[in-house]
């Protein structure tokens, strides 16, 4: 929600849910307006009729139909007009003449028997793009169907079934039409038909599986797949991650975390991969209770799919290191760190895994207040980055962050500068500017903005990191909360009591008086 910037509306429409309640819509810092539309009335669903027929009145018995049979509903008007046409019960002037169980027919027999009439081809285009949802890919339909699908789109359209979006889509003319024809799909013909979606999603976008992959799973799963599901909500669960949608990344990540143990078992390789991933969201957003119970159980799978002693065990090793890094269990911390680094180094001495294990090892002892060894540590893994790897590389960025907090803690505000300056640069590129990963490094150059006294310039900065992380962690995570105290922290420092007073009340409604960085 950025409704204080510039004025966004976001239009949203959506039907009564089953009980007649409507879905909850109300983004963040928004202000919710509703427009309940009714059924039309008498007269409307008359001036409806009349268009759709091209006359100018209708008979009295017409009038009386449309009041007992349609009860208003605008989409029952058109589909009933249109079956009515097909099968001779209406003519040009509006004149029903219809058959004597005309009465338990519903909008939905009307709607599949219209379908029914058209060509076989055209049906079965009709079935497969309903399983792909309301809106679907004419070029995964094509797939789908193993041929072009061009002449039973246009025989679709031309019976208002669909309507073209242009750029290789197509969307359904109403959801009722989508969802009654897919309910007609039963048992293995609809789990046959899923596969086919999924195997011909993964050809169409076989160059970009991970954007598509959230749409992909829902077919394997639907398809009785849950081993390919598991995969694909996986991946997208780590795309979205990247992207720092966070809430998606873990919604996928929990289905992948179910559906991997339907398909292998709690002791299986794919479930203690999936189980891992949830660890490592977890443990990024600090929700630090979750992920440990997470991190234990990957690593049990990983030492009986592995054997205690494989080398596979390393990155489970590094990231419980890590945990117990960030958790304050600096011994136990230390020992998994170097097993994992001593198991790197066998493997490939300058690879970027061994300087990833040498930055978490130096970034335990600066937790410790050891900044010459961390240092020294710190600059080791980035020797072997700049000489091994591309100088862009996202992680080069984040040693540089990491030195520049070293240099800031020594005082070495010059050299923080020039060290944070590189990392953001670094991190734009690989992450995207308004990427909270590159957010973090703007803060901490913040601060050393703050702590020259450049005061203008380190609150255009903390206004700027702070913009960037609220909305994907939200008002109240930890990270968002150490820029909103710096703030604070800045305005008492200039004199601007009114201001600081904002950030103060801000730490206070969410139950944090201020909080440290890390």
Same mark, same amino acid.
């Given at each position: 929600g950025g409704a =204080?910037?510039?004025? +966004?509306c976001i239009l949203a429409t959506s039907r009564q849910l089953e009980g007649g309640s409507v879905p909850a819509l109300e983004p963040q810092n928004f202000s919710l307006h509703r427009l309940d539309l009714g059924p039309l009335n008498s007269h409307e669903a008359a001036d409806l009729h009349k268009a759709l027929l091209g006359v100018d009145a209708l008979p009295p018995a017409t009038l009386k139909i449309l009041k007992t049979k349609l009860e208003g509903n605008l989409f029952s008007i058109e589909q009933g007009v249109a079956f009515c046409l097909e099968k001779g019960f209406l003519n040009a002037r509006g004149e029903y003449n219809l058959p004597e169980d005309w009465e338990e027919f519903g909008?939905?027999?009307?709607?599949? /028997?219209?379908?029914?009439?058209?060509?076989? $081809?055209?049906?079965?285009?009709?079935? %497969?793009?309903?399983?792909?949802?309301?809106? @679907?890919? +004419?070029?995964?339909?094509?797939?789908?169907?193993?041929?072009?699908?061009?002449?039973?789109?246009?025989?679709? %359209?031309?019976?208002? +079934?669909?309507?073209?979006?242009?750029?290789? !889509?197509?969307?359904?003319?109403?959801v009722l039409i989508q969802e009654a024809v897919y309910a007609r799909i039963l048992g293995d013909e609809l789990r046959k038909l899923h596969l086919s979606a999924a195997q011909a999603l993964e050809k169409v976008h076989a160059l970009e599986l991970r954007e598509h992959a959230e749409e992909i799973a829902p077919h394997y799963e639907k398809a009785s797949l849950p081993g390919p599901a598991a995969y694909h909500y996986d991946q997208a669960a780590d795309h979205h991650w990247?992207?720092?949608?966070?809430?998606?990344? =873990?919604? #996928?990540?929990?289905?992948?975390?179910?559906? %991997?143990? /339907?398909?292998?078992?709690?002791?299986?390789?794919?479930?203690?991969?999936?189980?891992?991933?949830?660890?490592?969201? *977890?443990?990024?957003?600090l929700r630090h209770q979750e992920a440990e119970p997470? *991190?234990?159980?990957?690593?049990?799978?990983?030492?009986?799919?592995?054997?205690?002693?494989?080398?596979?065990?390393?990155?489970?090793? #590094?990231?419980?290191?890590? !945990?117990y890094k960030d958790t304050g269990r600096f011994a136990q911390s230390e020992k998994l760190l170097k097993r994992s680094l001593a198991i790197e180094r066998k493997k490939h001495p300058t690879s970027s895994n061994v300087a990833d294990r040498i930055n978490n090892l130096a970034h335990l002892y600066s937790l410790q207040k050891q @900044?010459?060894?961390?240092?020294? &540590? @710190?600059?080791?893994?980035?020797? +072997?980055?700049?000489?091994?790897?591309?100088?862009?590389?996202? !992680?080069?960025?984040?040693? *540089?962050?990491?030195?520049?907090?070293?240099? @800031?803690e020594l005082g070495q505000l010059p050299r923080a500068q020039k060290f944070l300056?590189?990392?953001?640069?670094?991190? %734009?590129?690989? &992450?995207?500017?308004?990427?909270?990963?590159?957010?973090q490094s703007i803060y901490y150059l913040g601060r050393v903005y703050h702590?020259?006294?450049? !005061?203008?310039?380190?609150?255009?900065?903390?206004?700027?990191?702070? =913009?960037?992380?609220?909305?994907?962690?939200?008002?109240?995570?930890?990270?968002?909360?150490?820029?909103?105290?710096?703030? $604070?922290?800045? *305005?008492?420092?200039?004199?601007?009591?009114? $201001?600081?007073s904002f950030y103060a009340n801000w730490l206070d409604q969410a139950g944090a008086g201020g909080t440290g960085d890390r």
């Open positions: =204080e910037k510039g004025g +966004i909008v939905q027999d009307a709607l599949l /028997q219209r379908i029914g009439s058209l060509s076989a $081809k055209t049906r079965q285009s009709i079935y %497969s793009a309903s399983v792909l949802g309301m809106r @679907f890919n +004419i070029n995964v339909l094509s797939q789908m169907l193993n041929t072009n699908a061009s002449r039973a789109l246009a025989h679709g %359209s031309q019976n208002r +079934i669909w309507n073209d979006l242009g750029e290789f !889509f197509y969307i359904f003319s109403h990247d992207k720092a949608f966070f809430d998606r990344a =873990e919604a #996928n990540m929990l289905k992948a975390v179910e559906l %991997s143990a /339907q398909a292998g078992g709690n002791d299986s390789r794919q479930y203690g991969e999936c189980v891992f991933h949830l660890a490592l969201l *977890y443990h990024f957003l997470l *991190y234990n159980e990957a690593m049990r799978i990983a030492r009986l799919v592995h054997g205690p002693r494989s080398a596979e065990l390393s990155p489970y090793l #590094n990231n419980l290191g890590r !945990f @900044f010459d060894k961390a240092e020294t &540590w @710190f600059l080791e893994a980035l020797r +072997i980055m700049e000489e091994n790897c591309d100088p862009q590389h996202f !992680f080069t960025g984040a040693l *540089y962050s990491n030195l520049g907090n070293i240099y @800031f300056n590189r990392a953001v640069e670094i991190k %734009s590129r690989a &992450w995207g500017a308004d990427h909270p990963v590159t957010a702590a020259r006294k450049r !005061f203008k310039q380190a609150e255009s900065i903390y206004l700027k990191a702070l =913009e960037i992380v609220r909305g994907p962690y939200g008002q109240n995570h930890p990270r968002t909360l150490q820029v909103v105290t710096r703030l $604070k922290e800045l *305005y008492q420092d200039t004199g601007a009591p009114d $201001k600081a």
